[in-house]
């Protein structure tokens, strides 16, 4: 689950200095060329394993009944999506509606400078 949090932290601001700077489609291109290199990566490094004796999909699918697996998947759920809530929900709300600056806002705003993009300043009637 680290990968997630590194992303969020790293990918969020970067995505949004690329769409701020460069059109929004920068951001799509970008992450399409760090999935290209992912899959030539993968399919270069991940070594052609025979599976073992007996192994299944429907094997594999019963940890899923394990107590273990459940809380640790849902907590995963319950952290990660308290995560999206704020990048999606909660800091457009601080940052247009409150007038916060975006750097306030964590974690998307981890690393961004004190300033305010054109989109996130108060109208002049507010």
């Given at each position: ?113 004190p300033a305010r ?10």
């Amino acid at each position: 689950m680290s990968g997630l949090t590194s992303a969020t932290l790293v990918g969020v601001p970067l995505a949004a200095w690329l769409g701020q700077h460069l059109g929004c489609r920068s951001a799509f291109v970008l992450d399409s060329a760090i999935a290209a290199v992912a899959c030539v990566l993968i399919c270069r490094g991940v070594p052609d394993v025979p599976a073992a004796h007996g192994a299944s999909p429907l094997r594999e699918l019963g940890a899923l009944a394990r107590t273990q697996v459940g809380l640790t998947l849902g907590i995963g759920a319950i952290g990660f999506g308290g995560m999206f809530a704020v990048l999606s929900d909660i800091k457009p709300l601080l940052t247009a509606a409150r007038g916060w600056a975006a750097w306030r806002s964590p974690p998307a705003g981890a690393g961004r400078p004190p300033a305010r993009s054109a989109c996130c300043r108060p109208s002049a009637g507010s």
